[in-house]
């Protein structure tokens, strides 16, 4: 492969304040040097040939470096210059880590286990508004367990039919509940009626009992849209709000988790992750 060895640090020491540190579990039929190598390209300033504009600072600067191979497993550090967090955030940091290297005929399979990021990307994003400690606050149960549980069967409850499946779980001491990943404004059950509706029932269940509940609501839908409908939910009396990550994409949860205007916990569902996380040789580790 070109460039092979010049991708090659093995063992050299690493500035991990300057670099992004992945851990790749890789099934090959050739050497490992030569897969990580690879990989490292591909990710970085190379591709599958040999090429012309390819210059030597540039090179230097920005190529991914294989810093250990131990087994199966290479380390690949990244230099944070490759990474553009302004406009690209999200998105273009899994494009780097987590690209093309899938489809790359050097391997049979690859996984990305691990990721270590340096504080100069870290305190590019905020985190989540509330967190564990956070929740625990909004829920008055700083040492108990919290306990949930998801509305079933998936769809064809009505507002009333869902809110009173809430109320019966909270009354049951229950702390969390939440819509279906697949359940978002179907005619059966729609999204406002039905915030306004478990709104109630959650605030019956604190009367009644002195107990704190929260239910999110699945307010995933198109990028464009999806800060209105939280807006919209938030306004109606949502305690929680939920995102399935993967198919609205990371963009979506942290244009929600850093817009001012949300003051509500977010719950990330992972529906579709089985499509990357299944195979235990590859794809990624989540």
């Known amino acids: 492969m070109e460039y092979e060895e010049r991708y090659l640090h093995l063992n050299e020491p690493i500035d ?3 670099h992004v540190i992945c851990k790749y579990k890789v099934g090959t039929d050739l050497n490992m040097t030569t897969a990580a190598a690879a990989i490292a390209t591909e990710q970085s300033t190379g591709t599958w040939t ?20 131990e087994g199966n497993v290479a380390t690949i550090a990244y ?4 990474f553009s967090l302004d406009i690209g955030g999200v998105p273009q ?8 290297l899938f489809g790359l005929e050097a391997l049979r399979t690859v996984r990305l286990e691990d990721v270590r990021f340096p504080k100069s990307i870290l305190r590019e994003f905020k985190g989540p508004k509330f ?3 956070g929740m625990r606050t909004l829920l008055k149960r700083p040492k108990k367990p919290l306990v949930g549980t998801i509305v079933k069967p998936k769809i064809g409850l009505s507002p009333k039919e869902t ?5 019966e779980a909270g009354m049951g001491g229950l702390t969390n509940s939440k819509d279906d990943e697949t359940l978002v404004n179907q005619s059966f059950c729609p999204l406002e009626e039905r915030v306004v509706a478990i ?3 959650l605030d019956r269940v604190r009367d009644e009992s002195g107990h704190v509940m929260m239910h999110a609501i699945n307010v995933s839908t ?3 849209q999806i800060l209105e409908v939280a807006e919209r939910a938030q306004e109606l009396g949502a305690s929680e709000l939920m995102v399935d990550v993967l198919t609205c994409g990371f963009g979506a949860v942290q244009a929600l988790a850093e817009d001012p205007s949300i003051k509500l916990p977010i719950h990330v569902h992972r529906t579709m992750h089985g499509a990357i996380t299944r195979n235990p040789d590859h794809g990624i580790h989540m």
């Open 16 to 18: 991990a304040d300057a």
């Open 50 to 69: 040999k090429l012309s504009t390819l210059r030597e600072e540039n090179f230097q600067r920005r190529s991914g470096k294989v810093t250990a191979i």
């Open 79 to 82: 230099p944070v210059e490759d």
């Open 93 to 100: 940091i899994l494009s780097v880590i987590a690209g093309n």
């Open 131 to 133: 967190g564990i400690e």
């Open 163 to 167: 809110a009173e499946y809430v109320y």
């Open 199 to 201: 709104a109630e029932a």
């Open 222 to 224: 198109n990028g464009h």
